[in-house]
């Protein structure tokens, strides 16, 4: 029987991994994944000065100091691209980079003032996560995490399923989208803001350097299993719910870290499609390669039989 | 002759200047499309042939002038043009299949949240009927050959319904069959009134395919009805020459000249 704590942990992991998977599709599908990577490091300033300025870890400022942060660093690695003649990928590495090392400064410097610690936003304390409720006139709402997590998983599928049709053009052909009137540019940076939401969200449950995890391998999983866009989106949720529970039953066994064990199980899923996925498994495309041969060899054979 | 009023004109291009970065891919170019027409776009590579139709759809930034579509010049009047890129320009491992990537043709028509309707649909799986292709709804576009992949794209122009077509090489790369198939629905949107410009790159078929050619280096070289401005001359002043060099190679090739040095290697 798990205690109340367990179930608040499996909650949380799968609302970040819902939150995760769904606007994790769309940066794996325009191969942007690393750009998740970069803007879950830059929101850290974002976040810090949200905290400086309030005074308080509101839910609501740290969202949008995030959502911000998301966006410039999308937006400095556009300008360095275009301007500053680097290539994506170099401009994207100086832009979050350096982001990320302010925020560490930031953090390091008023650490007695906000309370906010360096390895909780890197590593997330997801077993802490409960322990943090929302008390109001005397009463008990429930972990803050649930709140912030659960919140950012509904403005995330609304997000997907109301933009559906524009992310899934403007992923597959951005001329098109840009002739029928529908701005790639926009919905670009829409992304990149919802990316950065699901980022902070999860960075006190799983860290800034595990959320990438959960934002790359599901989706990634999905593409293995699925030749539609809607079922890739439904896959990927479930193998993050999987992963979150299964994570955090290994965790339990092993006595080790809740975040990390969600990682290795999504990762372990991964291998698992790699291998045995319907069309794109390595052992499908070994047995549709095998029936090739059969094929060409009873040709072969009706062949040289025909001739003799 | 009597002057056509401007929104008839399905396009006009104005001094259109473009560059890459700083480069100059297209130079004060100065065109009126006429409307009802097969227009073939031919010029050596690098000519600006497909940048001239990515400027005119809004995709490139312009140097300097503007285009006029049906004398509008807003974004709006875009809509009114389908856009048929080169078949390289998209991720075919894409996780769609033939008939969503016809129905994002109509994506264009549907209102902001709206999803496509069974009109939609119905429109879609007519288009891809056209191209024959009507028994690969379902695939998956990467099991798809490349004939195949362009018809796909074909039809999603098919799918957008509009007066105006823009189509980027539609022939590279595919099979007779398919070229067929398209020179046929070429001919019928031309009849029913459409006015349809393609890039285009054999030579050969230019007559037999086109009413208009525009012949583009650069500059506007030559521009007219096939039979007065596909000339061996202004060929000549498009290809600035290269054209003998490339007669030449085939001359060369077909009377084995190549094959034999390669033997005595």
């Not at chain 1, 979050?96 to 925020?103: D, N, P, R, S, V």
């Not at chain 1, 293995?224 to 529970?245: E, F, K, Q």
């Not at chain 2, 389908?82 to 491992?93: G, I, K, L, T």
């Not at chain 2, 020459?241 to 290697?265: F, I, M, N, P, Y």
């Amino acid at each position: 029987m798990m205690s109340m704590d367990s179930v608040w942990i499996v909650l949380i992991g799968s609302l970040v991994a819902t939150s995760c998977a769904l606007v994790g599709c769309f940066l794996v599908l325009r191969r942007l994944s690393m750009l998740g990577d970069a803007i879950s490091h830059a929101v850290l300033p974002g976040i810090v000065v949200a905290f400086m300025l309030t005074g308080s870890r509101n839910i609501g400022f740290m969202l949008v100091g995030a959502m911000a942060m998301g966006m410039l660093t999308a937006f400095l690695t556009d300008v360095l691209s275009r301007f500053g003649k680097l290539q994506s990928d170099a401009a994207m590495g100086v832009t979050f980079t350096w982001l990320f090392a302010i925020g560490v400064i930031l953090v390091s410097k008023f650490t007695g003032m906000v309370d906010l610690d360096v390895d909780c936003v890197l590593y997330g304390e997801i077993v802490l996560a409960p322990l943090d409720v929302i008390e109001w006139g005397g009463r008990n709402f429930g972990p803050r995490a649930i709140w912030l997590t659960g919140i950012v998983c509904v403005a995330n599928l609304l997000f997907v399923t109301l933009g559906y049709k524009q992310l899934k053009v403007c992923a597959f052909d951005a001329g098109l989208a840009a002739s029928i009137g529908i701005s790639v540019s926009l919905w670009h940076y829409l992304l990149m803001g919802f990316v950065s939401l699901t980022t902070v969200a999860s960075f006190e449950s799983v860290g800034a350097i595990l959320v990438v995890a959960m934002l790359i391998v599901p989706p990634n999983t999905a593409y293995l299993l699925t030749d539609r866009l809607s079922y890739m989106l439904l896959i990927a949720v479930g193998v993050g719910i999987l992963s979150a529970l299964g994570g955090f039953l290994l965790a339990t066994w092993l006595d080790g870290a809740i975040a990390a064990a969600m990682a290795v199980v999504s990762g372990v899923l991964y291998t698992l499609a790699a291998l045995l996925g319907p069309r794109h498994g390595v052992l499908a495309r070994h047995r549709a390669h095998r029936n090739i041969e059969l094929h060409v060899e009873e040709a072969d054979e009706l062949g040289s039989e025909l001739r003799s | 002759m009597m002057a056509t009023p401007a929104e008839e004109i399905p396009i006009e291009v104005h001094d259109l200047t473009v560059a890459y970065q700083h480069r100059p891919v297209l130079w004060d170019i100065d065109l009126c499309f006429p409307q009802g027409q097969l227009i073939g776009i031919v010029g050596p590579n690098g000519a600006g042939k497909s940048t001239l139709i990515k400027a005119i759809m809004g995709l490139v930034p312009l140097a300097s002038g503007h285009v006029e579509i049906f004398g509008q010049r807003s974004r709006q009047a875009l809509r009114s043009v389908a856009y048929v890129p080169q078949r390289e320009s998209v991720d075919w491992d894409f996780p769609t299949t033939a008939l969503d990537v016809v129905l994002m043709g109509r994506y264009g028509q549907l209102p902001l949240f709206g999803r496509p309707r069974a009109k939609d649909k119905e429109i879609a799986r007519q288009s891809l009927d056209k191209v024959g292709m009507g028994d690969y709804a379902d695939r998956q576009i990467s099991q798809l050959s490349g004939g195949q992949q362009q018809r796909v794209f074909l039809a999603r122009a098919l799918a957008q319904q509009t007066r105006v077509y823009l189509m980027d090489e539609p022939f590279a790369g595919v099979d007779a069959a398919t070229e067929k198939a398209i020179v046929t629905i070429l001919r019928e949107l031309q009849a029913e009134g459409s006015t349809v410009i393609v890039v285009h790159h054999d030579l050969h078929s230019v007559p037999d395919y086109f009413d208009h050619v525009l012949l583009l280096n650069l500059r506007t070289v030559a521009f007219g009805p096939v039979a007065t401005t596909f000339t061996e001359e202004n060929l000549n002043a498009t290809y600035g020459g290269r054209l003998h060099l490339l007669s030449d190679v085939t001359e060369r090739l077909r009377q084995g000249e190549w094959s034999a040095r390669k033997q005595a290697k």
